[in-house]
């Protein structure tokens, strides 16, 4: 999966310093998991692992090095390049101190879904092509063993990169419409019971908010002492101020990465909340968060000649 | 030392009889369930662990207002009926030798006491380990029992149980061959796990405090409070009063990995990020608590590692510091 040109790209940059350091993904010390690393010199380039399981974003350890000089390589999957650009449009972190690994995804797979499927399974026993697996003699199609968040993807190629390694790809089909239409069909009632259930689950972490790359408040409103918005206790309805609260300050900055969702210790369906609210910022303002370095966020811009009149 | 304990073989109808009728005082950890829920109904409490019960997330510490002349201050009234919980080992030593040793010392906390008093543990022996389990690295191990406790091995049609009670009555003691059986599940167990760590590491951790090590073994991890909510043992609390002239102390859990942890009223913070909060962590567990206790604060459940959004895992940091300590030490 590239991985080869991963490295030696890597190696590369870092040899004619051209960049400082290098963030990518190396093997876990699990089985079907990669975590980040942090990669300063060329030898250490032979860590870099890329595949299925290559899932945090990675566009949230840029933020450390924001009032910083150094110059980073980042690896970016389509989602993390989206955040990227967000990040840059909000002068979190200078275009011109990252330089974007571009790598179309090839979906992160749910390790609670092949297991759920598989039953006990070891990593060795697989190997991985494209769109598939080979598994006890049996080819698998990986697709229904994505993570939600990766299946209803519509962006699996980055949109702004400074080099592309691995071939653009088509979207895998299932929507985000699918997923919110399942929810647009409940009865107020149905939805309710929906979300006390998953909310009531909370613990209240921070998992989801400290894994977006978009979170970057320095004292976030949930942990906010003077004044005193929600209560650190996990009950439902401080979970449920939290969640809507984390959501709204999201609206029109989400890039839909669901690394919130992957990283819920509880396998919360977070990743539903943004959906919904994206898609009403599309539909209203037809704007989509880290698409372009452009275009102005609807919610982070003023115009005098807004046709809104409340906000004249 | 530790006294000889009642044995016995309970069949299981004699089993359900006896846990049927407490059913509504049960509490079952979600990892005892995973591995022995047909052995429990349907109706018993599932927790994560017995920390959800002897430290809540969140509980009012007592009630106060304002007369108009002074400040009256009213106690909470625990209202906490005897209960049975049962779970893994690790789980069971991390209320033992653990969080029992915080709140049970001076001062006593009192609805931790009120609390525990009136919870009787069983131990469910853990038969098979699981990869990121590390509990013999820590003192514990997968038959590790204790004599306040009942100790469960369930087999195919009875449980094997030691210790004292009621569930004695239905025992019909145990053969020399059953007994040898047990002994080798435990072996079979215990042979996949990794061995004790040095008596001389929480001393020698300590040493490493300034160590660059920390910087690399930090950098990945976000900050959140996933482990340390979800461990055990962790069980540093916050207080806040909600209101103003009239209002409730509330306790809740509180994460080291947070910055607002040691944020002091100057807005100094003595751990102002994560290499620090995550130092804290390990040096808690494998440091200064051992040093004052005679045990680590981690019972090697591995529940931290499992759960952990970027895959920190502990027993790397403690890897490396062991080879650290070994390398230099004289």
């Known amino acids: 999966m590239f991985e080869k040109e991963i490295r030696r790209k890597s190696e590369e940059l870092l040899e004619t310093k051209t960049v400082d350091m290098v963030i990518g993904y190396t093997s876990g010390s699990l089985p079907f998991q990669a975590r980040p690393v942090l990669i300063s010199s060329p030898e ?21 090095y924001r009032d910083s000089s150094k110059k980073i390589a980042l690896l970016a999957k389509g989602c993390d390049a989206r955040a990227v650009m967000v990040l840059i449009q909000e002068k979190q972190f200078p275009r011109e101190r990252v330089h974007i690994i571009g790598l179309p995804c090839p979906g992160m797979i749910s390790k609670t879904k092949l297991e759920k499927e598989l039953g006990e399974i070891k990593e060795e026993d697989f190997s ?6 080979l ?41 985000s419409t699918d997923y919110l ?20 689950r909370c613990i ?109 | 030392m530790r006294k000889a304990m009642n044995e016995g073989l309970i069949a299981k109808e004699k ?60 106690e909470g009234e625990i209202s906490a009926s005897s209960a049975f919980l049962f779970s893994l080992p690790c789980e069971a030593r991390a209320i033992i030798e653990v969080t029992d040793k915080i709140f049970l010392n001076n001062p006593i906390d009192k609805n931790y006491w009120l609390r525990r008093k009136s919870l009787s543990l069983g131990i469910m022996a853990c038969l098979q380990p699981e990869p990121t389990c590390f509990c013999s690295s820590v003192g514990g191990g997968p038959f590790w029992r204790d004599e306040g406790a ?45 061995s004790l760590l040095p008596s001389y590491f929480p001393q020698e951790l300590y040493r490493y405090f300034e160590d660059e090590e920390w910087n690399e073994l930090s950098w990945h991890c976000i900050n959140c409070g996933a482990c340390t909510f979800l461990c055990p043992t962790c069980y540093c609390f916050d207080l806040n009063v909600e209101g103003k002239l009239k209002g409730f102390q509330l306790r809740s859990w509180d994460s080291c990995m947070f910055p607002k942890f040691t944020l002091h009223a100057s807005f100094h913070n003595p751990r102002p990020t994560g290499k620090e909060r995550v130092r804290q962590r390990v040096m808690h567990k494998f440091s200064y608590f051992p040093e004052r206790e005679g045990n680590f604060a981690c019972v090697g459940c591995g529940v931290c590692v499992e759960k952990c959004p970027v895959n920190w895992d502990i027993r790397e940091a403690i890897e490396r510091m062991v080879e650290k300590i070994d390398r230099f030490r004289t």
Request: aromatic content about 14%; glycine content about 6%.
């Open chain 1, 204 to 312: 209240r972490c921070y998992a989801c908010r400290n894994a977006c790359p978009l979170c970057y408040c320095k004292e976030c409103f949930a942990e906010s002492d003077l004044p005193r918005w929600v209560s650190g206790v996990p009950t439902l309805s401080d979970n449920l101020f939290f969640h809507l609260g984390r959501s709204m300050h999201l609206a029109g900055r989400c890039v839909e990465c669901g690394a919130c969702e992957r990283a819920c210790p509880e396998e919360i369906k977070i990743g539903l909340l943004p959906l919904k609210v994206e898609m009403i910022i599309k539909n209203n303002f037809s704007f989509e968060a880290g698409l372009s370095l452009e275009e102005d966020a609807p919610l982070l811009t003023y115009r005098e000649t807004d046709p809104g009149e409340f906000i004249k």
């Open chain 1, 135 to 175: 598994w006890q003699g049996k080819k698998w199609e990986i697709f229904p063993f994505l993570e939600d968040t990766c299946s209803r993807c519509r962006y699996p190629n980055p949109p702004l990169y400074d080099e592309l390694i691995g071939e653009k790809r088509e979207p895998w089909g299932s929507s």
């Open chain 1, 44 to 64: 250490d380039t032979e860590q870099l692992v890329w595949n299925h399981f290559s899932s945090p974003n990675l566009a949230r350890y840029l933020l450390p």
């Open chain 1, 128 to 133: 991985f092509e494209k769109d598939t697996f």
């Open chain 2, 150 to 194: 009942l100790f469960l091995v369930p087999r195919e049609d009875d449980i094997y149980i030691q210790g004292e009670g009621e569930l004695f009555s239905f025992s019909e003691g145990v053969e020399e061959k059953i007994k040898e059986e047990i002994q080798a599940l435990q072996k079979k167990a215990e042979s996949v796990l990794p």
């Open chain 1, 181 to 200: 239409e399942k929810i647009n069909g409940q009865s107020e009632e149905e939805r309710w019971q929906f979300w006390e259930e998953e909310f009531s």
């Open chain 2, 15 to 74: 089993w359900w009889e006896w846990v049927e009728d407490k059913k509504d005082r049960v509490f079952l950890t979600e990892r005892a369930k995973s591995r022995y829920g047909k052995w429990f109904p349907r109706e018993v409490k599932v927790v994560k662990n017995g920390k959800e019960i002897l430290l809540p997330p969140g509980e009012e510490v007592y009630r106060y207002f304002w007369t108009g002349e002074k400040w009256k201050i009213e």
